[in-house]
């Protein structure tokens, strides 16, 4: 059965069957219709238990409160009740040691050359594509911006003269992000040789980063870091927030202010940012044994 069918079978269920607020059915629909657009789950026998742990890490890497990530995974354990219920699916694809709300963990970065490899396996040569692509990874580590943001960041964002683009962020709330160079060269080349190239119509679009057919979406730029990653030989889980994650921490390791780290992810709270400030072991005793005087 298509996933989304079921997804609408389901909710109609919540209000019918079960006396659900129409709010709370249609909050638990779009938690579902959002973890098909992360997974990639389009039919119930896609919904496996690697496509829940797929799940289940973009949950822990998301800034999300636990009551919200907890509402989330209850969005989805209770379809999974109805649907093994009713007969649409032969079990409950959750692991059973996810019955408590998912801990927040910490965010896994990649190192330097990690980055530098995944960039590099975007070829501009290989077309129009290739410049798409490798604009878009240089975005994502040079602003440290989310997924959404760099899918809905618009031509009249970019001041590439400058350095800059202007990133709209959780809210509506709007953040003027440094771009690095080795980003604005990428930009500039895709704008010129491969946005026209790879969408026809793409004169009468706003946004930057295109695929044939339109605008990109999530899904479609969480695919492409992956198929990068593995072609750069890393085996770990690398999605477009990874590189989130290793913009911040690599600009913390080098030294940079934590308050500047918080404007530049566009953070509403100081305590979302030092969570980087966990991640680098190997710094924090360097930093010790150099400072304290009994080390």
């Not at 509402?71 to 354990?77: G, M």
């Not at 998912?102 to 330097?112: D, G, I, M, Q, Y």
């Not at 913390?252 to 509403?268: I, S």
């Amino acid at each position: 059965m298509d996933f989304s069918e079921a997804v609408r079978q389901f909710a109609a269920h919540l209000l019918t069957a079960r006396g659900r607020a129409r709010a709370t059915a249609e909050s638990y629909r779009g938690d579902l219709l959002q973890f098909s657009e992360v997974t990639g789950v389009r039919i119930l026998g896609d919904l496996t238990r690697a496509a829940v742990l797929r799940w289940l890490d973009e949950l822990a890497a998301r800034e999300l409160s636990p009551r919200s990530r907890a509402r989330k995974l209850s969005a989805l354990r209770t379809f999974c009740s109805w649907a093994v219920e009713y007969g649409l699916l032969e079990r409950d694809p959750i692991p059973a040691e996810t019955s408590a709300p998912p801990a927040l963990r910490l965010p896994r970065a990649l190192s330097e050359a990690e980055v530098a490899a995944i960039i590099a396996a975007a070829d501009r040569s290989a077309g129009a594509e290739g410049l798409r692509d490798r604009a878009m990874l240089e975005a994502l580590y040079a602003t440290g911006m989310r997924v959404s943001e760099l899918c809905s960041l618009r031509l009249i964002d970019l001041r590439l003269a400058d350095g800059f683009a202007i990133v709209t962020g959780k809210g509506g709330k709007q953040r003027l992000t440094p771009l690095g160079q080795y980003a604005i060269d990428a930009v500039r080349e895709y704008l010129a040789q491969g946005r026209g190239v790879l969408c026809p119509g793409a004169g009468g679009r706003d946004e930057v980063f295109l695929t044939r057919r339109g605008p990109i979406s999530r899904s479609q730029v969480f695919r492409i870091v992956k198929r990068y990653a593995a072609l750069a030989g890393i085996t770990a889980q690398v999605s477009p927030h990874t590189f989130r994650h290793s913009c911040a921490s690599h600009l913390l390791a080098r030294g940079a202010d934590l308050r500047l780290v918080q404007e530049l992810l566009g953070h509403a709270s100081l305590a979302t940012t030092e969570i980087y400030t966990h991640i680098d072991k190997a710094r924090l005793r360097k930093v010790y044994d150099e400072c304290h005087p009994m080390a």
